[in-house]
């Protein structure tokens, strides 16, 4: 996935998720807009509204990153859009998993417990 996620912001707050998702599916589709096919696309709520498109590959997100004036027309109303390079930010879970070595597990104590001990023996 990395290179190929874009963020979008100044998405219209007043629409459904669902409905700004479709929209932007299709502005960045299309071949004049600089687009190609996507692989998924997540709208994240909020006041500042964005949404992260993922493209099937980099060169078009490349050329989406490059175009300029990415406007959004739903109803008659145009949306300036601003469309940024998408840097993922990893949770704990894909930290701990990027750290292992490669067919190694990650191994954590549950809470509560003793690390270096065993059931049943004392020390």
Known sequence: ???????????PADLPPDRVADKLTIH?????????????VQVL??????ALITFEALEVAQRIL???????????????LEVTAHV?????????????APGHAAVTA?????TGSVPGRHA
């Open 88 to 100: 993922a930010e990893l949770s704990p879970d894909e930290v701990s998993k990027e750290q292992t």
């Open 28 to 40: 960045f589709l299309r071949s004049r807009n600089g687009g190609g096919e996507i692989a998924d």
């Open 45 to 50: 709520a909020g006041s500042q509204a964005c």
């Open 110 to 114: 549950p809470a509560g417990s003793q």
């Open 1 to 11: 996935m990395a290179g190929r996620t874009v963020r979008v912001g100044g998405l």
């Open 66 to 80: 490059k175009a300029k004036n990415h406007v959004l027309s739903i109803g008659g109303k145009k949306y300036p």
